[in-house]
């Protein structure tokens, strides 16, 4: 018998919750957060990270825009987007995603889950940033501890 789930990140909402589909055994993310957890096995990325990330971006929203120009699920700029290689349209959840997960991917591949998702949020010169980089890395990290429990 198949439920559905609400998942939570720590501080959230009810309305920012994310419906999990669950048979019992696994349990599978759906929509937005779906497809993100997809591209990060496709990745070979741990979904637990790919998800806090699009869940600290966006609120799982694909057409979000921030104040600094980024879009989509995993926020990403315009000139990173061209930087990495990624192709289709930037407010696609699907598109969105592969850039996001791949440009976090470069970024473990390089060093740890740290380093990853600092780099994810400061740029590739992540470590001369300054508090808000590594602010931002914790609160991530926090939120794919969490994940990891479930």
Known sequence: ???ILMVCFAGAALGA????????????????????????RRQNVPVRLALAVAKTESNFNPRARSSAGAVG???????TWRTI???GSMTNAADNARC????????????????AVARYHGG????AHGRSTHSYAS?????????SRD
């Open 73 to 79: 699920v995993m926020q990403i700029l315009p000139s």
């Open 124 to 127: 590739p010169n992540a470590r």
């Open 1 to 3: 018998m198949e439920k």
């Open 17 to 40: 919750c994310t419906p999990i589909r669950h048979s019992g055994a696994v349990a599978e993310p759906t929509g937005v957060a779906g497809v993100v957890a997809a591209e990060a």
């Open 139 to 147: 609160k991530v990290l926090g939120r794919a501890r969490l994940a």
């Open 100 to 115: 996001g997960v791949r440009y976090l991917a470069q970024g473990l591949r390089e060093g740890g889950e740290r380093w």
């Open 85 to 87: 290689g990624c192709s």
